[in-house]
């Protein structure tokens, strides 16, 4: 297991989290894409935005491609920017 995997662990279990819920590789993808065709900073901004959309759909019982939707809307930036 890297640090990464072990933070990620740690950090679902601090947060009450089920094992497994964080999707490092969906997580990266996300951020890196929204740092590379937006601004570095858009990374850490757009994952906690999905998170949020993600948190608020679950207390609702329902699900979300907040993910998914975000990292369309980065990869098509440059053309709507």
């Known amino acids: 297991m890297t640090d ?3 933070w990620i662990s740690a950090l679902e279990t601090e ?3 089920d ?3 964080v999707d490092m590789n969906v ?7 929204a740092a590379h065709a937006v601004a ?8 906690y935005a999905v998170g949020y959309a993600a948190g608020l759909a679950a ?3 329902n ?8 990292l369309a809307l980065a ?5 709507e920017a």
Not at 40 to 47: E, F, I, S, Y
């Open 19 to 21: 094992p497994g819920t």
């Open 27 to 33: 997580v990266l993808d996300l951020a890196r894409d």
């Open 40 to 47: 570095r900073p858009a990374a850490p901004v757009t994952t």
């Open 75 to 79: 990869n098509r930036w440059p053309e």
């Open 15 to 17: 947060l009450g989290l």
């Open 63 to 70: 699900t979300t491609d907040a993910a998914r939707k975000a």
């Open 4 to 6: 990464l995997q072990t």
């Open 59 to 61: 207390a609702a019982g």
